[in-house]
Structures are given as C-alpha cells and as structure tokens.
C-alpha cells in the first residue's frame, strides 16, 4: 500500500516538474556545466541525475554529496556553473544547503532545488512537490524531476537523446 501510494504519484510528479522546466527552460537551454548536489540516503539519486543529464545534455555534469561539496568544490563556482540540489526530510542538511544557495548566489544566479513542498521553500527557482517521502520509496519520486530535467535540456539544446552521440 505504501509502495502503491508513491508509484500513484509520479504522474503528478512528472507533469508539475515538466512545467517548471518550461518556467525555466531558456535559462537552462544556456547550460554547460552542472552540478548536482544532495545529501543522506539521496545520494543516489544525485548520482543518477547528474549521469542521466551528462547523457542526454552532453555536457560536463558532476555530482557532489554536500559536505564533500563544502569541503572546497564550492571555490570552482563562477557565474555559468549551474547548481540543482536535491534535498528531503533532512532538516540540518536543508539548512546547510539553503545556506550554501545564500553563500553562492554571490557567485552565480542559476541555482535550482527540488524538494518537498512541506519543507518551506517557495522561490522562483524551487521545484516544491507534495512528495510522498515515504521512508523506503522516497527515492522513486526525487529521481523524476532529473530525469525530466535531462530529456528537456537535450531536447531544447536540439539533441536527440535516443540517438548516441557515437553511432557505432
């Protein structure tokens, strides 16, 4: 039942992240280079998502988990990076990386956050979302919004994700 409660769901997911890229969409058209950032038991997700956009945006695309991100690959923000953050139901971690938005807006505007509309974060540039966050399958909904994320930014950079970008 809880399985079926999350899985019911991801429609809704995918069509409320499909319009916020819309929202967004010229902005991240100019993309070059992106990091994804997240934390706890997410780190999956910011794994698959980085590699989901670096596939089909065939652009440098890294993943950081946060502390390892605040331990120095923060120095390397200029004002064409790109930062997507994940964040759920960690309450110290999303202070830390709404704080760290705050730090690096000094450096670069094109900072994004998807997250849970019940954490409080509603901004232009956050994706909020009435997830389910359920303890076992949270993982299934925070991938979504990558994964919409990846297939526009190709599609609106005029690659065909479907075709690689190596025909042999």
């Known amino acids: 039942e809880r399985m079926k409660c999350t899985v019911n769901g991801l429609n809704s997911i995918a069509a409320q992240s499909d319009q916020w890229y819309t929202k967004h969409s010229e902005e991240f058209r100019q993309c070059d280079r992106m990091l994804v950032v997240g934390y706890g038991a997410n780190k999956g997700n910011i794994q698959e998502g980085a590699l989901k956009i670096l596939e089909c ?22 004002e064409d990076c790109y930062l997507l953050y994940i964040s759920h139901r960690e309450k ?75 025909p042999l």
């Open 92 to 166: 110290a971690s999303l202070n830390r990386s709404v704080r760290l938005m705050n730090y690096l807006s000094e450096f670069t505007e094109h900072q994004f956050i998807v997250c849970n509309r019940s954490e409080g974060i509603h901004n232009e540039r956050s994706l909020d979302i009435d997830f389910v966050d359920d303890p076992d399958f949270y993982f299934i909904e925070y991938i979504i919004p990558m994964q919409i994320v990846a297939y526009r930014i190709a599609v609106d950079k005029g690659i065909n994700p479907n075709r690689p970008s190596d």
């Open 57 to 78: 945006g065939r652009f440098q695309t890294s993943f950081y988990e946060l502390e390892e991100f605040m331990h120095g690959i923060y120095h390397s923000i200029k």
